[in-house]
C-alpha cells in the first residue's frame, strides 16, 4: 500500500512540476526590442558646388574644396545677410 501512496505522490509532483513548467512559461520577450534612435544622415557638401553631396567628408571633385557638414535642420535660405 505504502509502494502505491509513494507512486501517486510521484505522479502528482510530477504532474505538478510540469503542469508549473508549462505555466511559468517564460512570455515571448516582445519587450526586448532594440530602440533604433533615429541615425540623422549627415551629407557633406561643397559651399561653391551645393549640389555636390557625399555621406563622407572629403574633397569636391569639382573644385577640390574641403567638403563641409550639410546641416539638414536648416533651410533652404539663399538670402545672405550682409
Ligand atoms: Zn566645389
Do not use: R, W
Not at 6 to 28: D, E, G, K, Q, R
Not at 43 to 55: A, G, R
Amino acid at each position: 500500500m505504502k509502494k502505491v501512496m509513494l507512486m501517486a505522490i510521484a505522479i502528482v509532483f510530477c504532474t505538478a512540476s510540469v503542469f508549473a513548467a508549462h505555466s511559468t512559461n517564460p512570455v515571448t520577450d516582445t519587450t526586448k526590442t532594440k530602440k533604433v534612435k533615429p541615425v540623422a544622415k549627415v551629407q557633406y557638401t561643397c559651399t561653391m558646388h551645393p549640389e555636390v553631396l557625399s555621406d563622407k567628408p572629403g574633397k569636391c571633385p569639382k573644385c577640390g574644396m574641403t567638403l563641409v557638414k550639410k546641416d539638414p535642420a536648416k533651410k533652404k535660405t539663399s538670402t545672405m545677410k550682409m
